[in-house]
C-alpha cells in the first residue's frame, strides 16, 4: 500500500532516551553487545549480528557513512568525535526533543550535558531515576527517620532540582506488583539494605518492603505536583523477570484515587505486552503508552504489528514516540526515522480502511510524534519548533 501519510516532516520529541557515552566504542565485539539486552557472551559477541534489527541498522548506518561493510561503518565512525557525531546523526533525524533518564548510563560515563545539548540541537528535560536516587540516601543515613526524612525532603523539590519526573525501574528490582507494608516491615527492611551496605559498601535497592513504600511516597509526591512517572515495563535483560513485569501488575496503582493525577507512562511499548499496554492507555485517564523504535530490536514487521495494536485500540492522546536510545547515537537516530515510518504506515492504513480522514491521520502522527510529550512533560514553549 503506497504511503499516503508522510511524517518526515515533523521533528520528533523523544519521550524517553538515555545519554549517550562520552568515549565511544567502536570494536566490533563490543559495539554489538550495545544491541543486544542479553548478558551471554556468544549473543553479544556473534548472534546479535544475524537479527533483523542490527542487520536493517548496519545496512542504515552503511549508506548514511557512505560505506557497505559493517567494518568500514566502525572505521568511519572511529574517525570522528563524540560531539560530532551526534550532531549529524540528531540533525539527519529531526529530533527536537529528549526527555533522558538520567539513571542509566551512569553520569561520570556520560557526555557532558552541555556539550550534548549544543551537538545535538535538542531541547532537554530530565527524569529523576527513583531506585539509584534512593540507594544513595541509604548509603548516606543510619536511621530509619533520618532516612525518611531525606526521602521526603528530596520527592518534594523535584522541580527545582531541575527534572520534570519520575522514572522506575521497580520491574528490575521488586516487580511492579507494588504493595502496602506495615512501619515495621519497611524499618526491618531498611536495616536489612543497611546492613548490606555496611558489610559491602554498596546497597542494591531490591529490599520489596523498602522500596515499594518509598514508591508510594513517590507517587504521593508526583501525585501532588502533577509529576509524570514512566516505569521500565516488558523487555529488558534478565534482571527483568518478565513474568512480573506485565503491565497489568500495575493495577493497584491505576486503581488508586490519590494517584489519578499522576501521569503514569508504560515504557518500551510494554513489548512483549504492547496489548495489555494499549488497553491501560485506553481505560485509564492518567496512563500513556510509549511507543519505542531503538529498544527493543524489533524488525520493521514487528514494530508495525506493535504500532497497529496501540493506535488501533488506544486513543492518539495516550501515545508517544520514543527510541530508548542509549549510549550510541545511532540508537536515537534510527529509532526516530523507524518511528516516522511505522506510525506513517499504520495512519495511512487506517485512512485506506476509512477509520480517518488523511487530516485526522496527520494530525494523530504529529500528537503521537511530538505534541503529547510537549504537553506532558512541560518543554520550554518553543521547543521542536
Ligand atoms: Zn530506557
Not at 557512505?66 to 551526534?86: A, C, D, F, K, P
Not at 553520569?107 to 545539548?117: H, I, L, S
Not at 527517620?145 to 523539590?157: E, K, R, T, W
Request: with cysteine.
Amino acid at each position: 500500500m503506497p504511503q499516503i501519510i508522510d511524517l518526515s516532516d515533523v521533528r520528533v520529541i523523544d519521550n524517553h532516551c538515555h545519554a549517550i557515552e562520552a568515549v565511544q566504542q567502536n570494536e566490533i565485539a563490543i559495539f554489538r553487545s550495545f544491541f543486544t539486552e542479553s548478558p551471554d557472551a556468544q549473543i553479544q559477541r556473534s548472534d546479535v549480528a544475524e537479527t533483523a534489527f542490527y542487520r536493517r541498522l548496519i545496512r542504515a548506518m552503511a549508506k548514511f557513512y557512505g560505506v557497505t561493510t559493517e567494518e568500514e561503518v566502525l572505521r568511519v565512525r572511529e574517525q570522528q568525535s563524540v560531539e560530532s557525531l551526534v550532531n549529524r546523526l540528531f540533525h539527519d533525524a529531526a529530533i527536537g526533543g529528549v526527555v533522558i533518564d538520567t539513571g542509566y548510563p551512569a553520569p561520570e560515563n556520560a557526555m557532558d550535558v552541555k556539550a550534548f545539548r549544543t551537538a545535538s540541537g535538542s531541547d532537554y528535560v530530565a527524569l529523576l531515576r527513583l531506585e539509584v536516587t534512593f540507594q544513595k540516601l541509604i548509603t548516606q543515613h543510619g536511621t530509619y527517620d533520618d532516612f525518611i526524612g531525606a526521602v521526603h525532603q528530596l520527592l518534594s523539590s523535584v522541580r527545582s532540582a531541575g527534572f520534570v519526573g519520575f522514572k522506575s525501574i521497580a520491574a528490575y528490582r521488586t516487580g511492579l506488583q507494588i504493595q502496602r507494608w506495615s512501619l515495621k516491615e519497611a524499618q526491618e527492611s531498611f536495616t536489612q539494605a543497611r546492613k548490606e551496605f555496611t558489610t559491602s559498601g554498596t546497597v542494591r535497592l531490591g529490599h520489596k518492603p523498602l522500596l515499594d513504600t518509598l514508591l508510594h511516597l513517590a507517587f504521593e509526591s508526583a501525585a501532588a505536583q502533577e509529576l509524570p512517572v514512566q516505569f521500565h515495563v516488558g523487555y529488558g535483560d534478565p534482571d527483568v523477570d518478565l513474568r512480573q513485569a506485565s503491565p497489568l501488575e500495575l493495577r493497584s496503582i491505576f486503581e488508586e484515587p490519590a494517584y489519578r493525577s499522576m501521569p503514569i507512562v508504560l515504557l518500551h511499548s510494554c513489548w512483549p505486552y504492547f496489548r495489555e499496554g494499549a488497553y491501560l492507555a485506553a481505560i485509564y485517564g492518567n496512563a500513556y503508552l510509549d511507543l519505542s523504535y531503538g529498544i527493543p530490536f524489533l524488525s520493521v514487521g514487528e514494530m508495525t504489528s506493535v504500532t497497529r495494536a496501540a493506535l488501533g485500540s488506544a486513543p492518539f492522546t495516550k501515545l508517544m514516540y520514543s527510541s530508548d536510545g542509549v549510549r550510541v547515537p545511532e540508537l536515537h537516530w534510527i529509532g526516530a526515522h523507524e518511528g516516522r515510518r511505522a506510525i506513517g504506515t499504520v495512519l495511512s492504513e487506517l485512512v485506506a480502511d476509512g477509520d480517518l480522514s488523511s487530516n485526522e491521520a496527520r494530525r494523530a502522527g504529529e500528537m503521537i510524534l511530538r505534541d503529547n510529550a510537549l504537553k506532558l512533560y512541560g518543554f520550554p514553549s518553543g521547543a521542536s519548533a
